[in-house]
């Protein structure tokens, strides 16, 4: 597939996916396209399971301090 340009298109809960795979792959992709997208996994999941909202964001701020440590 030399000379040809490979855009990435997700949407919705596929944002999150087409964003991965775009940041690894960034040296074999022209393009980026999102649609509807949420911020992170962790934004999903306070939407698709508000019960566990509390232990996201614990989790979300102790990954947080270990990437300054």
């Not at 992170?40 to 989790?59: E, G, M, R």
Request: hydrophobic share 50%; aromatic share 8%; net charge positive.
């Amino acid at each position: 597939m030399k000379n040809t340009k490979i855009i990435i298109y997700g949407a919705s809960l596929g944002s999150q996916i087409s964003a991965h795979l775009a940041r690894v792959n960034k040296d074999k992709i022209s393009g980026l396209v999102i649609d509807g997208g949420m911020s992170s996994f962790a934004d999903i999941a306070a939407v698709f399971a508000p019960q566990f909202k509390d232990a996201l964001a614990k989790c979300y701020l102790l990954s947080m301090l270990q990437k300054k440590i």
